[in-house]
């Protein structure tokens, strides 16, 4: 069973970035629609970002022109790469096949300062 590992949260100011990472322990980021997935406290997980096999990304309005979705493939690694970060980005993030979600990893916390 392939295993996800979340890393590189943390807390930050309202302004600052910070980069998520997710790592596979097999190639399942390289064949398969990835997606980063946040829950905040009190609400719904939710999808806020996703990678195609052929690279094509999609994000939630909510995160659009701040968040870079990425991965590499020789690594069997996904990114999230977080700029101006706001408050209500808060939450703990997660990675998951986007299109067939399979068990969650634990996630790792962001947290944002105002």
């Known amino acids: 069973q392939v295993q996800l590992v979340e890393s590189g949260g943390g807390l930050v100011r309202a302004g600052g970035s910070l980069r998520l990472s997710c790592a596979a322990s097999g190639s399942i980021i390289s064949i398969n629609t990835m997606g980063w997935f946040r829950q905040a406290p009190g609400k719904q997980r939710e999808l806020v970002a996703q990678i195609n096999v052929f690279g094509t990304r999609t994000y939630a309005d909510s995160v659009k022109g701040r968040f870079t979705i990425s991965r590499d493939n020789a690594k069997n690694t996904m990114y999230l790469q977080m700029n101006s970060l706001k408050p209500e980005d808060t939450g703990v993030y997660y990675c998951?096949?986007?299109?067939?979600?399979?068990?969650w990893g634990q996630g790792t916390q962001v947290t944002v300062s105002s």
């Open positions: 998951n096949n986007a299109v067939r979600i399979g068990s």
